[in-house]
């Protein structure tokens, strides 16, 4: 039996250092990857051992200048599966499916899915989730998670949407200020972090990672919900007043600081259910448009057009004009007459004609030229002007700009380069017709005189507070520059007032106050496109300019006509009017409503019927019942409790088990005296609401409508013989 | 008959005290093995069982069974191997390696039939020929020495009966067992003096071929190299070895601490087999890796130098062919653990669970145990 010879021990040794190499260089390796990479691997290995949930904040509130909630974010759950961890998915499925009303179909692929989560619903109110919780514990499911999430939730419906704008259903803003403030509503996400097995269970005596969320910051508005709601109650009513018309805009604001106090846009949408659309006709046919269809049509439906449509201004930029000329003293008296007006005006060939060249105007002053509105007057002052001066003073008072309010969406116009101006369109631009802005471009420019010749930024949020009332940021009102002297600014206003007063604005008149204002009809496109902007701004009071309104409507072809100082000026009256007593304006000279008195109705609904005769005797009013027994309960009433009436107006009353409605149908009471429309509904046992005076125009509900006895009828009246422009 | 007799006395009365180096070493592999396992399979025992110590006490109990039997083969002197059971123990294998293959006799695992059973019982008569192998080769080349530096009538026939080891393992398919029977080999061929002017030119074709039969299939290569970047192929076959390597890099210089391994939750498959070192890595990292390192190091130098001092070259050979069958199954396992070889399931020495391969792991140690009784 040979002995391991020398060679063999010398090769047993060199085994031992090949064995004693190979776990040296693994030592190496494995060094590699514990020290070297380790970083890299533990980053990745936490990525995959991990699953993590975002926290949603709490989106800001939006506020209204007076502290009125305008929107904010309400509590909601999601529900979500981890589609390892449930055993019998048909049954899960199926609960799921039923509970939260959703197709079994695909409630079922996702349970199947081979995924860690899934998400089956979101924005689910407590109620619904309570019951997810309830059918859990019965049937004691796992894999099922609930957990909180919050909606964005708009608590007055269709108000102040083309402002506010919306959110998607990540509450991310989408339009409005809710997109410009994206950033400073959405908050800081938190983050839950849970270790998991390969299967996404989560692991035991693993410890969790909790990042809280931070609530985004609230924001509070300059816009006063009180006006907003003026503002979309008449540009609503006009809407319906004047309909055929495409859409309106009103803006309303307070020249002194630039503050937006309304901006409505009017047919609106209610950004709760923003993917709705608000046309009959088109939601007739929805469902057979395409999708590029539908989404142009919402976003036509979104556009915040105060902000972003551009249109002509017409003879509104007459007092633009007229503040060139004065500050540069080309007309040194407004009131000298030095104009000629012969129905038009003939410039480079072309024959540009006054609107009334039927009856030309004559011999005017300038100030006779704004209050008829006179298109030669204008014409021959911006020639004088001449192409350089006009145009430096556009761009001080920012025309065809962005204003720069702080707002997403707003476009700045269209204008004649000055190079390419002519006399022609120099005289067109004198009174606001061959170039662009936007309603709020001009107003604001209007603000400028009603603010001494300063020009302010229009701004819309006038703080940004945190959730303990803290501000964080303040938007002071900011003074873009001194356009024109005050001494300039207070003749144009008062020249505005002579509008009002006794020009073509008259039907904006407010009693009590000194309004100054200016119309416009506008031509927009020419030719067979050709179609009307019927617009006024309106300034008040004159002494201390407050509120400044700019009423348009887009193409109205209703039977009213389509004249701004007809059928837009009466309305800025009546929000001028309803705004200066709100905001408790001092008058400026004395005056007590009209002779008739008011009465409020009272609410006389579960009294017995003599003591209903006997309040509404008290209060002035009488009354209507069928039913002699004096003992009956009354249990309606109409007019309902709170109505304003005039004295003497009729309240009609029924009775407990005797409910048989007496109606009527709407007398025509249009073209009529206040007292002879009185009558004629009072002889249909119908009441009266009167607005404006001299001869009736409008009236709401229409003739011939079927209504219960004691409806109050709205109507117009408006002075006769003006020329409204 | 009489002659064996005697030497068998005479030696019997030389015997020395066993190698308590290598034993200490053994037993400190053996209960770190448990613990790992124990800690590695939990989540999973858990999940499949029901209870997290169902893999860990089955596996206790076979370390019981095979100290018990390290201790007896310990006892019976290594050279009775040397005669007919070496003749015996290699046709044994080599017919219960055909019989696997045999359709309704062999086990089939993961697409590859391995295995033999009787009843409970089930065990790869691959781990038996490796033992069978050793003594064969070590018996035969020590008969006459000089022979293997001999080509034809040499090494030729080892050659041969490797490959057709080889041929009946591929056929299961067991590519890491054909592995390392080819490393046991050489490196008992390479120790009783082979010539290196044979070994070398053999051992490049041997190199050649195996590229060659790699590169043929474009799958094959991907599987073969996709441990150079296991990346290319996250959610395929990478997936594996980028989970051990999320193991391995978790552990960092200390690791996350025992029992804490948050990849053996389901995201390495069966965390206490073939990947367990990875487990290891990550709960108690390098140091760990170190310490476990250390060991077999410590056992190969105690293998060796059993070798080394054996009687006979009998026991010099069949010391080196334990030493490098466990040596280079610890080595694979962990190269390929840590993304440095192809991917391939070769279980950790004395750490992976399985039973019957403990059992005859420690048999094997008794072998060596029983060799260093009789060292010079």
Known sequence: MAKANIESKKRTTILLTIFALVILMLFGRMFYWQVIKATDLQKKAYTQQTKSRVISPKRGTIYDRNGEVLARSISVETVSVTPKNIKDKETAAKGLSEILELDYESVLTKVNKNTSEEIIAKKLDKEVTDKVRVWISENKIKGINIYEDTKRYYPKGAFLSHVLGFCGTDNQGLEGLEAKYESVLKGVAGQLTIGTDATGAELPLNDERYIPPEDGLNLILTIDEVIQHKAEKYLEQALVDNSPVEYG???????????????????????????????????????????????????????????????????????????????????????????????????????????????????????????????????????????????????????????????????????????????????????????????????????????????????????????????????????????????????????????????????????????????????????????????????????????????????????????????????????????????????????????TNKVTVPDVTNRTVGEAIRILNNAGLKYSVDESDVNAKVVSQIPVQGETLNEKSLVKLYIEGNDIRFTTKVPDVKKLDVVAATKKLADSNLNIKISGSGMSVLQEPAAGTEVEEGTIVRVEFRPVGIDVE | MEKKETELTTNRSKRKALDYGLLIVVLILLAFGLV????????????????????????????????????????????????????????????????????????????????????????????????????????????????????????????????????????????????????????????????????????????????????????????VTIFLDPWQDVQGDGWQIIQSLYAIGSGGLFGVGLGKSVQKYMYIPEPHNDFIFAILAEELGLAGVLLVMVLFGLFIWRGITIALKAPDMFGTLVAIGITTMIGIQAIFSMAVVSSSMPVTGIPLPFFSYGGTALVMLLASVGVLLNISRHTR
């Open chain 2, 36 to 223: 790992m396992v124990l800690s590695a399979s939990a989540p999973y025992s858990l999940r499949t069982e029901g209870n997290s110590y169902f893999y860990a006490s089955k596996q206790l109990r076979f370390a019981i069974l095979g100290i018990v039997v390290m201790l007896v083969v310990s006892n019976i002197d290594y050279r009775i191997y040397k005669g007919r059971l070496a003749d015996i123990a290699m046709i044994g294998s080599i017919l219960l390696l055909i019989a696997v293959l045999i359709p309704g006799v062999g086990i089939t695992r993961n697409d590859a039939t391995r295995w033999l059973g009787f009843g409970g019982f089930q065990f790869q008569p691959s781990e038996l020929m490796k033992i069978s192998l050793i003594i064969f080769m070590s018996a035969k080349i020590s008969k006459n020495p000089r022979k293997i530096k001999k080509f034809w009538t040499g090494l030729v026939p080892y050659l041969l009966l490797i490959g057709v080891i080889a041929v009946l393992l591929l056929m299961e398919p067991h590519m890491s067992a054909t592995m390392i029977m080819a490393v046991i080999a050489i490196a008992i061929i390479f120790a009783a003096g082979a010539k290196m002017s044979q070994l070398l030119p053999l051992g490049a074709v041997g190199v050649v071929g195996a590229f060659v039969l790699a590169r043929i299939e474009t799958y094959r290569w991907k599987r």
């Open chain 1, 249 to 595: 805009t009103c803006i309303i604001m307070n020249p002194q600081n630039g503050d937006i106090l309304a901006m409505a846009v009017a047919p609106d949408y209610d950004p709760n259910d923003p993917f709705t659309i608000n046309d009959d006709t088109l939601a007739a046919k929805w469902s057979e448009m395409s999708g590029s269809e539908r989404s142009k049509a919402l976003q036509e439906m979104w556009k915040n057009r105060a902000i972003s449509d551009t249109y002509e201004p017409g003879s509104v930029f007459k007092t633009i004009t007229s503040a060139i000329a004065i500050e540069e003293k080309y007309v040194n008296n407004v009131d000298t007459v030095q104009f000629n007006c012969t129905g038009s005006l003939k410039i480079e060939g072309w024959e540009i004609k006054c609107w009334r060249s039927y009856n030309p105007h004559g011999t005017q002053s300038l100030r006779k030229g704004l209050m008829n509105s006179c298109n030669p007057v204008f014409m021959s002052v911006a020639l004088k002007i001449g192409k350089q001066d006009f145009y430096k003073y556009l761009d001080a008072f920012g025309i065809s700009q962005k204003t720069g309010v702080d707002m997403i969406g707003e476009t700045s116009g269209i204008i004649h380069n000055i190079n390419d101006v002519t006399d022609s369109t120099l005289a067109t631009a004198s009174f606001g017709q061959g170039f662009t802005l936007t309603p709020l471009n001009m107003l604001n420019a209007i603000c400028a005189i009603a603010n001494d010749g300063k020009l302010m930024q229009p701004r819309i949020v006038k703080e940004i507070v945190d959730n303990n009332g803290n501000v964080v940021q303040s938007n002071e009102p900011k003074i873009v520059k001194q356009v024109v002297s005050a001494e300039t600014s207070e003749m144009v206003l008062d020249m505005m007032q002579s509008v009002v007063d006794d020009g073509t604005g008259r039907y904006a008149q407010v009693k009590g106050y000194y309004v100054a204002g200016k119309t416009s009809t506008a031509e927009q496109g020419r030719g067979a496109d050709k179609k009307y902007v019927a617009s006024f701004v309106g300034v008040a009071p004159v002494s201390n300019p407050q509120v400044a309104v700019i009423f348009n409507l887009y193409n109205p072809q209703g039977p009213q006509g389509h004249q701004g100082g007809g059928i837009c000026a009466p309305v800025v009256g009546n929000i001028l009017d309803e705004v200066l007593e709100y905001l408790e304006v001092p008058q400026d000279y004395s005056y007590t409503d009209d002779k």
